[in-house]
Each structure stands twice: as C-alpha cells, then as structure tokens.
C-alpha cells in the first residue's frame, strides 16, 4: 500500500499525533503511523525504514521532547534517503513543543509547519499543502459532533508505551465511562509497572483522534515527579495546583497565599464549569501507605478537589495508583467507580515480546510471561533487554536470574530486568559506561533532572566512580548516550516547564522503578559516590538560587529541593542553618508558613533530617536542632491534620528538651502537646501537661524572659475553661495578661491566638444566652449585660486585629476576624431574634473562614464553619448551614478532632432539632445513619453527650441539657 506521509513520534506526544492523524484521514490522505503498523518479529528500526519508503512524503514531527526519533543516525539515515529520492520532507511543529530546533543540514531550508498554537484550519492547510503539492480548496478539521475547539494543556505524562497490548476491553470500557454522566472520577488501581499510564496515554490518544469527543477542556499532570522515596510520604500537590489554576483561568489564586482546602475547592469549581477531561497520573506519593489510614490523601488541596469532583463535575477525572483512595470510599457505588487493573493476559504479553524482537516458540513465550505473572513494565524492559543484548533469542532469559519475588513488594520483577540491564552495560565498553553512568545519575533524583542540575553533576571536578564517562561529553555524544536509553524504555526526556530552572531545556527522566533502583545500587555500593553527587547538587541549588525579598512557594522549590539533597550528602546541620532556616522560614519570621501556609512542603523538608519519621531525628545536627526539628515536625503534623502522627514527635521534642534541661523548649513542647490533646479530647491530660508547661516556662524566666510563660498560662487558661473550671480559667488568663502589661506596656492585651483564647472565655456568657434564646424564645433573659460584654470583646479584638494586620500574620488575622464576627452575630440575636446582619459584620465572618484556610492550620478550621453555619441558618440559608456543618465534621473526623465533632453534633441538633418528616414537611438533614439505619436530632444529641463525657469537655454541659430540655423535652 502507498501512503501519503509518514508520521512518527514519541508516546509524549502520542495524543497530539493521534489527533493529527485523524484529521488528515478526514481529509482523505493516507497516513503510515508507526504504532498502527506494527508487526510481531520485526524490528522497529526496519519498519520504520519500511515506512518511509513506503510514503509520498515524511513530517519531521517536533514535539516535547524535541527531533525525538529523528534525532537517531539510523533515522536520519533514512531521512536522507528520502531526500534523495525527492520525497517532501515537511518540518512540524507540534502543540507542547517549547522551541525551533535545529535541523540536519539537509533539511535546514524546509518551510516550517507551526502548530503549537493547536490543529487550526490555517496550519493544517500548510501541512496539507507541503505533502501533496496542492492548496486545498477546503479543510474538514471540525469535530465529527460540531462541537467546539477543545482547549488542550501540553501532556505532562510520561512512561507510556509505544503500543499498547491486550487492553482492548479496557478502552472500550473508558469510552463507557467518559459516556455517561453518571461517573464523575475514575479511579484505576494496579501496582507500578502493570501498565495504567500506558492504558490511559493510549485512550487519550484514541480521543485526540475523534477530536476529544466533546470535551472542552483536556489536562493531566503526572505525580511520578514526586518519586517513591522513603520519606514519600511528605509530598504534596501544590506544583500540579498552580499550574493547573493557571490553565484554567485563575492566576491570582494560583499566585495566592490561600489555604490548600480553598485552591482545591476552586480548582473543583473551575474544572466543573467545562465538561472536562482531567487525568491525575500515579498519585500514590500523596496517600499515606498501608496502616490506620490507609490510601487516604495526605494533601489536602487534592483531597478536596476529588471529592469536590465527585460530587459535581461534567465532564471526567482519571485517577491511577498503586493504592486505593480512601477518600472516594463514599462515591465509589455511585459517581467515583474504581477499577483493578490486572497484569497482561498470556497472549497479550507475548505479543508484546514478539513486538520488541524477542523470538522463541509459543512454549517459550508463554513460560517467560507466565514467570514474571505478566507484569507490563517488566516484559517490556526484559523484551528489549534480549532484543539487544541477545538477538533477541528468547532462551537467554535465563539470565535473568528471576527469584520468587516478595509478594509484598511492588517491582520486585522489574528490578531482576533492570539488573540485567545494568550487567550488560557494565560490559558494554565506553557506550556502556555512559549509558549506566546517566541511569545512575538519575538515582539521585526525586523528580525529572532539571538540565542545570545534570550540568552541575557533568562538570569538573569528577565525581570519583560515578561521573568519570560524562565529565567532558561533548553534546553529541551526550545526545547519543540519551537516546540509546530511550531506545532501551529506560529513559525519557521530560518537557523543562515540570522543573523549576530554565524553560528551554530538556531535562531527563525515568520511570520511578528505574529511579528506585539505580538509588539504591548507588546508595548502597558506591556510599562516597552518593554523597559527593548529592553534595555537588545541594551546592548547586543552594548557590544559584535567588528567591527574591518576597518569594511565592514556586521561588522556594528549588530551595526545598536544596534541602533534601544536602541530608543525603550528611549536610544536615548546613543545610538547616543555611537554607531551610536562615532561607526558607527566614528565622523567627517564619515566613514559609505564616505567610504562605506552606506546611505541606515544609513538612517534605523536615522529613529529610529524620532517619525515620517521625522518631529518629539525624544526630549530625546538635542537640538543641535535633529537639527544635522534632517539634517542626510535630507542629507541621497538627496543621496538617494529621493530629494522631504529630504526638510523639511533639511529646519526644519535650523529653529531649527536659533532659538537656533546656526549659524554654520543654514549656513550648508541653504547651502544644496541651493543645494537641484537648482538640483529640483529652482534657484531663491537656490540663495536666499545661500545669507542666507552665513550670518549665517559669524556670525559663531567668535567660528568656516571661514571654513563654504568658504563652503557658493562657493554654492552661483555655484547658481549664474546656474542663469547665471557668473561673479557675479567668484567673489564670487575667494573671497572664497582668505579665503582659509588666512586659510589654505598650501593648495591654493578650493577643495572637492568646488573644483570641481569652475573648472566646468572655463570650462563654452570651453564647450560652444566644443558643437559649435560640431554643426556647425566652423573653425573661436579660440581655443588656450580655450585650455590653460583647462589645467589650469587639473592642479587645479591634485592637488586637492591628497587631496581627502590621504582621502578616494568616491565623490571628483570621481568629481576630471570628472574633469579631461572633461579636456581632451573638449581640444582634441577643438585641433582636429576627436580626439581619451589617454588610460590614458578616464580612468578618466569611474573612474568617476564607483566612482559616489560607492559615492552613486544621484544628482551627471548624471554629470558623461552625459560626457561620449559624449566621446562614438565621438568614434562611438552612442548606449553606448544613454544607458547612458537614465540612467541619469532615475535618474534625480525620483529625479525629473530637471537641469539634461534639460541637458539630450538637450544632447540627440545634439548628435542625425541629424538622421532621410530617405531612411533607422537611427531613432532618441528617436522618440515615451510614449504615443506612433512621436518624434523628435525638441521635446527634446523644452522640454530643457521650463526647462530652469521654473527654471531659464539661464546658458544654449547661448547652447540652438546655438542648435535650428543649429539643426532647428532658430536664
């Protein structure tokens, strides 16, 4: 058959060409396009030889990565041959390619097709034009269904193959699912290797080729740039969050210091208002692994925006992990199915080895995939392994040495591949040393190496048994040893805009496996080696880094990434001292997260100076660091929510602390241990553990002044009035304040979040009137008294606000906005039940809410949702009440938070305690139990109750019997 051009490419841009395809077919060309024609036995270099022959014309394609094939010499080769034999040779540039290259001499004068601006009429006209010789009176290039343009980001997935096998019932069921409208998010569950990239690469690429079937919008991002690292468990979404807000039209939050929960729920909201195809690549660096919690999403902006999704969204988001998600349990009988992706079928795997040159007979195929239980990442790494190593006979798999791997761990098989590999290169001569040398290199990586940093490694002075083949490369043999791995699936070229350095550069990548395993080779045999690479990266990042006077978290990566490469070369107390707190934190500013809420990457940065997390804090530091990182960590953890995981790194810090008799450390270790216990509600020992702090703070005073021992009294202040004790409470918050004023005569009052303790003590009063008045209409209350205490309050917390705005500070602006916002809320009920709140009074409280979440602390957060769900609920707003009950119960669940959970329950029972389901009346918001069994206000009251009791949470009682009074009509 003759074709009339020659398409091929690499799987980057595969979704790209597909599209390309499809549109010139529609404008009756033939085209030859390498993965359509492949062919079991013969190899890949002769084909596509074959196909070029075969072609009235070549695109030279030039996408993310680049000449990509035609960067081969074999190709070239080929190309100059069709020169020759006067065939149209028509240089194109792909959407997502970053930048003209330049070409072989004997194409350096062709006219260029531009398509990075997308598949238009006008640059497919040109494209037509220079493979027939003809203008065309007419382009067909609209959507078979007459829907517009889709908007698609440049692809940011990698690690796919070049064609995929045995997968048909699998797409066929994808184009199901994105089919109905019913499923919102789809989760594809399988371990590394088994081939959920290759299978959505290649669906998306089917899509590209049916003009994306009436999606409007198309983004995906790859979270294998996150690595699989041994303190993975730190990573988080906030690169992917940026740029995807961008791509969707909101820069200024992207830019924004706003809280994690609220990108992720605007991102949601962006992403819905299209019909969209989102696809979230190897997720599972951000889910905690098996244990107590299981899948469960460590980053909050992307668990929010999943569980946004999945309760709105029209169009589709794909998910694929090793783990389950825990987060989409609820959704998955209904919008978010989940599927088990198995390992290749018998005759799927064999067709893949027949594919890559492996020969053999059916015995001999079916034996070796049988072996390796037909995992996809193995079969193709073993496959080209033999095809280059031993003409592809099948018969020396055999050395391979395949042991019975652990069940239990992921890859087991692909490492034994990819040992074989790195014993063929060792014997390889000069070729082979480059190519193992580059494999290595990416070892020392979590992420695509950034091209500066490859350069870095690549200079004098050598790195003694590691960089000693590269130091010295020319480029073109730098570009060769490149791409013989690329021929080999063991490396990719990642498109720069994934790394934070220069934009035009390509910086390297491998899949996760790969990366894993020359890590450890290099970690565990070349131990010198490891820590001079890594010494050479951390100077690198550390000295070029120029992060500005006021620095967005994108500025600071580079920095974080600085941090991590310097604990593996032991520089640990440097890479503390010079970057992490003299750059990143910036001191007692504590820039990082008061003025960014970035915890999340903070917390990734303290993980690498612990030899475990959280125990083992690195003895390179000294003592007094090992105890002031243990706390980091723990205080990082309890922003986070991840309150259980941040008690014995907060109680460890405390110890050290007491035994190196470092006072001031041991009170601040107490008094958030305090805080930490009684939002777990654990009020005895919070009470018990403030006492405590309060006599390391005093025995501080000597060399510290009496600052800590104001910030300990207030915490024991606050335990004592949630134990009920409140005039023991007023003592101690009226001492401490009495300390200020000595201290500090200029400014009277608590403030920060002692402030804000102590306002919430003096509105106990007229919170207690409010839900009184609330619940029974009681005309005899006297709120004239109560009424001046909450002004009283709003003048505290007008000054106090000043204090926190002159700072910067996220959380006690927002605590000062709740304050205030409850001030309001509580006086207008107490002057009139049928109150309607000032414009400028429910400013406060929204400011409040939205401030929370930009402050990123999540113990904090429901106080905010509780307040406003009262203010909707006056206003008639009994749904935005509700949403946002659910979303603190949300919260406080996970911490688990139970003083929150108690207030929602009773929150919940107060406002809704009267509905019921009488002659078409309305339900009680809440009335099936997950189990589906009847609930009611009796059963949120009798939950609030036995809450209170466990904990110890006597502050609520008087609240609690006045509800069951009114509500069940108990005494």
């Known amino acids: 058959m003759v074709f009339d051009v020659f398409l091929s490419h690499n799987s980057n841009d595969k979704p790209a060409v597909r599209e390309l395809k499809g549109l010139l077919a529609a404008n009756e060309l033939q085209v030859w396009l390498d993965e359509d024609e492949l062919q079991p036995g013969i190899p890949w270099q002769q084909l596509l030889e074959a196909g070029i022959k075969a072609s009235k014309s070549v695109a030279v394609l030039v996408g993310q990565d680049g000449l990509g094939p035609w960067e081969d010499e074999e190709m070239q080769g080929a190309l100059i041959l069709a020169v020759k034999t006067k065939r149209p040779c028509i240089p194109v540039l792909l959407p997502g390619a970053s930048t003209q290259p330049e070409l072989p001499m004997f194409l350096a004068n062709r006219t260029w097709v531009d398509l990075r601006a997308g598949l238009g009429e006008e640059g497919l006209a040109k494209l037509i034009w220079g493979i027939t010789g003809k203008k065309p009176a007419r382009i067909e290039n609209q959507r078979p269904d007459n829907s517009p343009q889709a908007r698609v980001a440049p692809t940011r997935l990698h690690h796919g193959a070049d064609h995929l096998f045995g997968r048909d019932d699998e797409l066929a069921a994808l184009d199901q699912i994105a089919s109905d409208p019913r499923k919102k998010v789809l989760t594809i569950v399988a371990f590394g290797g088994v081939g959920k990239t290759s299978l959505v690469i290649e669906w998306m690429a089917r899509q590209a080729a049916k003009n994306w079937q009436g999606f409007e919008r198309v983004f995906d991002w790859s979270f294998f740039s996150q690595g699989t690292r041994e303190k993975g468990d730190t990573a988080s979404a906030e690169g992917f969050v940026a740029a995807a807000l961008r791509f969707f039209g909101d820069e200024a939050m992207a830019e924004s210091a706003a809280s994690p929960w609220d990108k992720g729920a605007r991102l949601a909201q962006l992403v819905a208002e299209h019909r969209t195809l989102l696809v979230l690549d190897g997720v599972e660096p951000l889910q905690h692994p098996p244990g107590p919690l299981a899948g469960e999403l460590k980053d909050p902006a992307l668990a929010t925006l999943l569980k946004g999704l999945a309760r709105s969204n029209s169009g589709l988001c794909i998910v694929t992990t090793r783990e389950r998600v825990a987060d989409l349990a609820p959704f998955r009988d209904t919008t978010a199915p989940e599927w088990q992706l198995q390992h290749l079928s018998i005759p799927a795997g064999v067709e893949l080895l027949k594919t890559v040159g492996v020969r053999g007979t059916e015995a001999e195929f079916h034996q070796l995939v049988e072996k390796v239980k037909g995992h996809a990442l193995t079969l193709n790494l073993l496959g080209r392994y033999l095809a280059k190593a031993h003409g592809g006979d099948i018969r020396k798999s055999d050395q391979v040495r395949f042991e019975k791997a652990d069940a239990a761990t992921q890859g087991g098989y692909a490492f034994k591949t990819i040992g074989a590999y790195e014993r063929w290169l060792n014997e390889g001569g000069t070729d082979g040393a480059r190519q193992l040398a580059v494999l290595r290199l990416l070892g020392l990586f979590d992420r695509p190496a950034d091209a500066g940093c490859v350069r870095a490694l690549r200079t004098e002075p050598v790195i003694a048994d590691l960089t000693e083949p590269l130091v010295g490369l020319d480029e073109e043999d730098w570009n060769l040893t490149v791409s013989a791995l690329e021929d080999c699936g063991l490396v990719s070229r990642a498109s720069q805009f994934e790394t934070s350095k220069s934009k035009l550069e390509t910086a390297l990548d491998a899949h996760p496996l790969v990366r894993e395993y020359f890590a450890k080779q290099l970690r565990e045999t070349k131990i010198e080696s490891w820590r001079a690479a890594h010494r050479r990266l951390y100077e690198y990042l550390r000295d070029t880094t120029k992060e500005g006077d006021e620095p967005t978290l994108e500025h600071l990566q580079?920095?974080?990434?600085?941090?991590?490469?310097?604990?593996?070369?032991?520089?640990?107390?440097?890479?503390?001292?010079?970057?992490?707190?003299?750059?990143?934190?910036?001191?007692?500013?504590?820039?990082?997260?008061?003025?960014?809420?970035?915890?999340?990457?903070?917390?990734?940065?303290?993980?690498?100076?612990?030899?475990?997390?959280?125990?083992?804090?690195?003895?390179?530091?000294?003592?007094?660091?090992?105890?002031?990182?243990?706390?980091?960590?723990?205080?990082?953890?309890?922003?986070?929510?991840?309150?259980?995981?941040?008690?014995?790194?907060?109680?460890?810090?405390?110890?050290?602390?007491?035994?190196?008799?470092?006072?001031?450390?041991?009170?601040?270790?107490?008094?958030?241990?305090?805080?930490?216990?009684?939002?777990?509600?654990?009020?005895?020992?919070?009470?018990?553990?403030?006492?405590?702090?309060?006599?390391?703070?005093?025995?501080?005073?000597?060399?510290?002044?009496?600052?800590?021992?104001?910030?300990?009294?207030?915490?024991?202040?606050?335990?004592?009035?949630?134990?009920?004790?409140?005039?023991?409470?007023?003592?101690?918050?009226?001492?401490?304040?009495?300390?200020?004023?000595?201290?500090?005569?200029?400014?009277?009052?608590?403030?920060?979040?002692?402030?804000?303790?102590?306002?919430?003590?003096?509105l106990a009063a007229p919170e207690l009137a409010v839900?009184?008045?609330?619940?029974?209409?009681?005309?005899?209350?006297?709120?004239?008294?109560?009424?001046?205490?909450?002004?009283?309050?709003?003048?505290?917390?007008?000054?106090?606000?000043?204090?926190?705005?002159?700072?910067?500070?996220?959380?006690?602006?927002?605590?000062?906005?709740?304050?205030?916002?409850?001030?309001?809320?509580?006086?207008?009920?107490?002057?009139?039940?049928?109150?309607?709140?000032?414009?400028?009074?429910?400013?406060?409280?929204?400011?409040?809410?939205?401030?929370?979440?930009?402050?990123?602390?999540?113990?904090?957060?429901?106080?905010?949702?509780?307040?406003?769900?009262?203010?909707?609920?006056?206003?008639?707003?009994?749904?935005?009440?509700?949403?946002?009950?659910?979303?603190?119960?949300?919260?406080?669940?996970?911490?688990?938070?139970?003083?929150?959970?108690?207030?929602?329950?009773?929150?919940?029972?107060?406002?809704?305690?009267?509905?019921?389901?009488?002659?078409?009346?309305?339900?009680?918001?809440?009335?099936?139990?997950?189990?589906?069994?009847?609930?009611?206000?009796?059963?949120?009251?009798?939950?609030?109750?036995?809450?209170?009791?466990?904990?110890?949470?006597?502050?609520?009682?008087e609240e609690l019997a006045d509800a069951k009074r009114a509500i069940l009509g108990k005494t």
């Open 771 to 957: 839900w009184q008045l609330l619940l029974s209409r009681k005309s005899e209350i006297l709120t004239a008294k109560l009424v001046e205490s909450c002004r009283a309050v709003s003048q505290r917390a007008t000054q106090t606000i000043k204090i926190a705005d002159r700072n910067s500070w996220l959380l006690e602006i927002a605590l000062d906005h709740l304050t205030l916002g409850r001030v309001a809320l509580y006086a207008a009920i107490l002057e009139n039940s049928d109150f309607i709140l000032l414009p400028s009074d429910l400013s406060h409280i929204n400011a409040a809410v939205d401030g929370l979440r930009r402050a990123g602390q999540q113990q904090y957060l429901p106080l905010g949702f509780l307040t406003r769900a009262l203010q909707r609920f006056r206003e008639d707003d009994a749904e935005g009440a509700r949403a946002d009950l659910d979303e603190a119960w949300e919260i406080a669940e996970r911490g688990p938070m139970r003083l929150h959970m108690a207030d929602i329950h009773l929150y919940r029972a107060r406002l809704f305690g009267r509905m019921r389901d009488e002659g078409g009346g309305k339900k009680y918001p809440w009335d099936k139990n997950p189990d589906g069994s009847p609930r009611g206000p009796k059963d949120d009251l009798d939950a609030a109750e036995k809450l209170i009791n466990d904990c110890g949470y006597h502050r609520r009682d």
């Open 558 to 762: 580079p920095l974080y990434q600085a941090v991590a490469h310097g604990c593996q070369a032991e520089l640990q107390q440097d890479a503390c001292d010079n970057v992490y707190f003299a750059r990143i934190i910036r001191g007692r500013e504590e820039y990082s997260w008061r003025k960014l809420g970035a915890f999340g990457s903070d917390l990734r940065a303290i993980a690498c100076f612990f030899e475990q997390p959280w125990g083992r804090v690195s003895l390179a530091l000294t003592e007094a660091d090992q105890s002031w990182m243990v706390n980091e960590a723990a205080f990082r953890l309890r922003a986070l929510g991840r309150l259980t995981e941040s008690i014995q790194p907060m109680r460890v810090s405390g110890e050290m602390d007491i035994k190196r008799k470092a006072w001031k450390g041991a009170a601040a270790s107490y008094s958030n241990l305090s805080e930490l216990e009684l939002t777990l509600g654990g009020v005895a020992r919070a009470v018990g553990d403030a006492e405590q702090s309060v006599i390391y703070a005093d025995d501080s005073n000597a060399d510290s002044g009496r600052f800590m021992s104001i910030v300990c009294r207030t915490e024991h202040a606050d335990t004592l009035h949630n134990a009920g004790r409140r005039a023991d409470a007023e003592a101690r918050f009226r001492e401490a304040e009495q300390m200020q004023i000595k201290d500090r005569p200029d400014q009277p009052l608590l403030y920060s979040v002692r402030g804000f303790r102590y306002c919430d003590l003096l």
